[in-house]
């Protein structure tokens, strides 16, 4: 009796978590879909819920997500504040990077530019840093100026 009611309780959780995991996601796929339009943007969605656009793909190396780049960026919310940039560019290794700009990275090659708009599935989901709240769309302008 004492497992079935532990399956129980774990099975509330667990399908609980998961209707609030879904709810975000729906909000998020809402919210770039408005921006999207709002701004006259088509952009790129990808299965993850990653949209993306490619101004330029760039002629040099294809970006993988394990590689270290050198980016130029600007990182804003969804209504376009900006929380983080690196005008002159940095290195990132994409390892340590969130998920959605492994992946938007992925979609360059050196030289390319474009901007990615990630869920929050993808970025930080429930945690707020610095400047960026919990469950906050992310939309990052890039430049990949080489890989190391």
């Known amino acids: 009796m004492k497992n079935i009611f532990s399956i129980l309780i774990f099975s ?15 909000i998020d796929d ?20 990653l949209y993306y656009i490619l101004d330029s793909i760039g002629q040099g190396k294809k970006v993988n997500p394990t590689n270290t780049i ?26 340590t990077a969130i998920n959605g700009f492994r992946e938007g990275a992925s979609y360059f090659n050196v030289g390319g530019k474009g901007r990615l708009f990630i869920p929050s599935k993808l970025a930080y989901g429930k ?3 610095g400047k960026v709240p919990a469950n906050s769309v992310l939309i990052f302008d890039i430049e990949i100026i080489e890989i190391q």
């Open 12 to 26: 509330i959780l667990f399908f609980s978590c998961n209707k609030i995991d879904t709810t975000q996601n729906t």
């Open 30 to 49: 809402q919210l770039i879909s408005e921006y999207l339009s709002s701004k006259k943007i088509n952009a790129i969605k990808t299965n993850s819920g």
């Open 70 to 95: 050198y980016v130029k960026y600007t990182g804003k919310l969804i209504n376009d504040s900006i929380f983080d940039q690196s005008l002159n560019g940095t290195y990132l290794s994409l390892k």
């Open 127 to 129: 945690n707020s840093v």
